[in-house]
C-alpha cells in the first residue's frame, strides 16, 4: 500500500479554498514499471505519483495518491475521501474494473466526481476487459495513453475544480 500526503493534515473539518484530489491505484499497479512493459510502460508507480504531485503543487492543488491490492481498502479510502472533502478522484480500479460492484457503489454513494484511467487500452486486450463496471459513472474516461493518461486525467479534474463557484457548483459559460 502506498500512501502519499502533501501539504495538508489527514483529517479535514471543512472543504478547502484549495482543491483536494485523490489519485487512486488498483491491484498490481505496485508493480508498474516491471510489470508487462509492453501493456502498461516503464513508469513506475512512484514516476507517476511524483509527477501528479508535482503538478498538483504547481495548480495550487493538494493531490493525494494512495494504490492498494485490497479491495475493501480502496473502498474504505473512497468513503475517507468524503470525510477529506475531497473535491475529485482519479481512479485506476486496475482489474477491479471489470468486477468490483462494490467499489463502484462506494464511488456512487460518495457522489465524488471521478475520471477513470487505464493505462493500456483496454478495448484492444482481451475481451473481459473491455466491460468496466465504473464508465458509466465517471466524468470521463481516459484508456490506452500510458502514464500520460493520468496526467490528462488530473489536468481535467483541475480544471473542472477551477470552475466552481463557492458554493461548489459548476460555473456556466455564457454562449457567444
Known amino acids: 500500500m502506498t500512501t502519499k500526503r502533501t501539504g495538508r493534515s489527514a483529517a479535514k473539518s471543512a472543504p478547502s479554498l484549495h482543491p483536494h484530489v485523490l489519485v487512486m491505484h488498483g491491484p498490481n499497479l505496485n508493480l508498474l514499471g516491471s510489470r508487462e ?88 486486450r482481451e475481451s473481459f476487459r473491455h466491460h468496466s463496471y465504473f464508465s458509466d459513472l465517471a466524468v470521463g474516461v481516459v484508456s490506452g495513453l500510458g502514464a500520460h493518461g493520468y496526467e490528462l486525467a488530473l489536468e481535467y479534474a483541475l480544471r473542472h475544480l477551477q470552475n466552481r463557484t463557492p458554493h461548489g457548483s459548476q460555473k456556466t459559460e455564457k454562449a457567444h
Open 37 to 124: 512493459p509492453r501493456h502498461y510502460g516503464l513508469a513506475t508507480l512512484d514516476d507517476i505519483n511524483r509527477a501528479l504531485v508535482g503538478r498538483g503543487e504547481t495548480a495550487g492543488a493538494h493531490v493525494e495518491t494512495f494504490q492498494h491490492n485490497h479491495e475493501g481498502a480502496l473502498i474504505d479510502r473512497v468513503h475517507q475521501a468524503a470525510r477529506d472533502h475531497v473535491d475529485f478522484i482519479v481512479i485506476n480500479p486496475a482489474a477491479y474494473t471489470h468486477s468490483s460492484i462494490a467499489l463502484r457503489d462506494a464511488l456512487a454513494a460518495t457522489a465524488i466526481p471521478f475520471v477513470e484511467v487505464h493505462l493500456s487500452n483496454i478495448y484492444a
